[in-house]
């Protein structure tokens, strides 16, 4: 076997973990190196790079018949960064310790991406009737970014796939869903001015404070009487503050903050419906009518006969936003995928988003599937690992699925 042609899924998978990927940085060369794993294999690929950037790209490739429906296995290559997490191991390279491999990416998604390749190896010396299809992205950590660029370049894809499956990590459970997913950015304007004068001035930073206060209200009503989507860990649309930044020092009056906040949806529920609820509670605290209101109404009421600066509403900007994935328990999207896993395996909604719902906007008959090795609550966190057995899994399932294509 030649050196360029890995020998199994977790020899691929040790050598991606040693490419690091951060999301926003390159990650040509883990797209280079996959490549030459399927030219190794007589596979031939299509690099779909970002307009503005061409070192960070999406890969395509399909072995088998094109004429024909067949699957696709979906997953990114970008990882979340390290920094200021308290790593025991080398976080950019593979350390295998008690039946698990550690690295940045071994759950989140590189285990996957390493099956998905070494499967479409061995696909490529069997005899298809239907194709296999595989599509790794760059930047989806923050929206599904760089799929997007993969997708446009895929419109005209015909025909369209009889399923898709996302291989996040899901314990190899079949994922039918996840909540969309609007994030905002919202910067709040006031006026600079020395401290001992605050009063006469517009605190941004008081402004900001509106607007999370409103955030918190939102995030009251939906639980106590939004809509329901069971099969969630949160079965109903969450309202959640990320970051805010604003002032310069504690002697001035704040000119600008800056919030960011995000809405995961059930699909019941409207994302700009919901941001116009918390905008309309934020002007109605910052005009003081409801109780609880902001500092400048407070100052009024102490000195009626200043005249206070009005604030001006914060201004909001839509940053990114994704839709959900439904698919029906029932379908027989579902009853395929289940039939290459073993007997009973249950299905489940996932709490983190996916280039799934993409992908269904994409091709609106294909069914779209998260099924992957790992946990996701392992993702993201110092010392992130996958199971050796299941990266054993993720190949035995996709072993079935070859059988099904031949």
């Given at each position: 076997?030649?050196?360029?042609?890995?020998?199994?899924?977790?020899?691929?998978l040790r050598?991606?973990?040693?490419?690091?990927s951060?999301?926003?940085?390159?990650?040509?060369?883990?797209?280079?190196?996959?490549?030459?794993?399927?030219?190794?294999?007589?596979i031939a690929?299509?690099?779909?790079?970002?307009?503005?950037?061409?070192?960070?790209?999406?890969l395509?490739?399909t072995?088998?018949?094109?004429?024909?429906?067949?699957?696709?296995?979906?997953?990114?290559?970008?990882?979340?960064?390290?920094?200021?997490?308290?790593?025991?191991v080398?976080?950019?390279?593979?350390t295998?310790?008690?039946?698990?491999?550690?690295?940045r990416?071994?759950?989140?998604?590189?285990?996957?991406?390493a099956?998905a390749?070494?499967a479409?190896?061995?696909?490529?010396?069997l005899?298809l009737?239907?194709?296999?299809?595989?599509?790794?992205?760059?930047?989806e950590?923050?929206?599904?970014?760089?799929?997007r660029?993969?997708?446009?370049?895929?419109?005209?894809?015909?025909?369209a796939?009889?399923?898709?499956?996302?291989?996040?990590?899901?314990?190899?459970?079949?994922?039918?869903g996840?909540?969309?997913?609007?994030?905002y950015?919202?910067?709040?304007?006031?006026?600079?001015?020395?401290?001992?004068?605050?009063?006469?001035?517009v605190n941004?930073?008081?402004?900001?404070?509106?607007?999370?206060?409103?955030?918190?209200?939102?995030?009251?009503?939906?639980?106590?009487?939004?809509?329901?989507?069971?099969?969630?860990?949160?079965?109903?649309?969450?309202?959640?503050a990320?970051?805010?930044?604003?002032?310069?020092?504690?002697?001035?009056?704040?000119?600008?903050?800056?919030?960011?906040?995000?809405?995961?949806?059930?699909?019941?529920?409207d994302?700009?419906?919901i941001?116009?609820?918390?905008?309309?509670?934020?002007?109605?605290?910052?005009?003081?009518?409801?109780?609880?209101?902001?500092?400048?109404?407070?100052?009024?009421?102490?000195?009626p006969?200043?005249?206070?600066?009005?604030?001006?509403?914060?201004?909001?900007?839509?940053?990114?936003?994704y839709?959900?994935?439904?698919?029906?328990?029932?379908?027989?999207?579902?009853?395929?995928?289940?039939?290459?896993?073993?007997?009973?395996?249950?299905?489940?909604?996932?709490a983190?988003?996916?280039?799934?719902g993409l992908?269904k906007?994409?091709?609106?008959?294909?069914?779209v599937?998260?099924?992957g090795?790992g946990?996701?609550?392992?993702?993201?966190?110092?010392?992130?690992?996958?199971?050796?057995?299941?990266?054993?899994?993720?190949?035995?399932?996709?072993?079935?699925?070859?059988?099904?294509?031949?």
């Open positions: 076997m030649s050196p360029a042609l890995p020998a199994s899924s977790l020899a691929l050598e991606l973990l040693a490419i690091p951060v999301t926003l940085t390159p990650n040509k060369a883990l797209i280079e190196r996959v490549q030459a794993v399927l030219a190794e294999a007589g690929s299509t690099i779909v790079a970002d307009p503005q950037d061409e070192r960070r790209c999406n395509f490739a072995v088998g018949p094109k004429d024909v429906p067949g699957v696709v296995l979906s997953g990114h290559t970008d990882v979340v960064p390290v920094e200021g997490q308290p790593w025991t080398p976080p950019f390279a593979a295998e310790r008690d039946g698990r491999i550690y690295g990416g071994s759950a989140d998604m590189k285990g996957f991406v099956c390749v070494m479409m190896v061995r696909a490529a010396a005899p009737k239907r194709p296999l299809h595989v599509a790794l992205s760059f930047d950590e923050i929206g599904c970014v760089g799929v660029h993969l997708i446009r370049a895929l419109e005209h894809m015909k025909p796939p009889t399923l898709c499956v996302v291989g996040e990590p899901t314990l190899m459970k079949i994922g039918t996840h909540k969309g997913k609007a994030a950015r919202a910067l709040c304007c006031g006026q600079a001015g020395h401290s001992g004068l605050a009063p006469r001035f941004a930073i008081h402004t900001a404070a509106d607007l999370v206060s409103a955030l918190r209200d939102v995030q009251r009503e939906l639980a106590e009487d939004g809509p329901r989507e069971e099969g969630y860990a949160i079965p109903y649309t969450t309202v959640h990320g970051t805010i930044k604003g002032g310069t020092a504690l002697n001035i009056v704040p000119a600008q903050c800056e919030v960011n906040f995000e809405i995961r949806n059930v699909a019941q529920d994302p700009a419906q941001l116009a609820r918390v905008l309309a509670l934020t002007q109605t605290r910052m005009r003081g009518v409801q109780a609880g209101s902001n500092s400048q109404s407070e100052a009024q009421a102490a000195a006969s200043l005249d206070l600066p009005q604030a001006a509403a914060p201004t909001i900007d839509l940053v990114n936003t839709p959900g994935l439904a698919t029906a328990d029932d379908s027989p999207g579902v009853q395929l995928l289940s039939s290459w896993l073993p007997p009973g395996t249950p299905l489940t909604k996932v983190f988003g996916t280039e799934g992908f906007q994409q091709w609106r008959d294909t069914a599937l998260v099924c090795p946990s996701i609550e392992v993702a993201h966190k110092a010392d992130e690992y996958v199971e050796i057995t299941q990266i054993e899994a993720c190949d035995a399932m996709l072993e079935r699925l070859t059988a099904y294509l031949v």
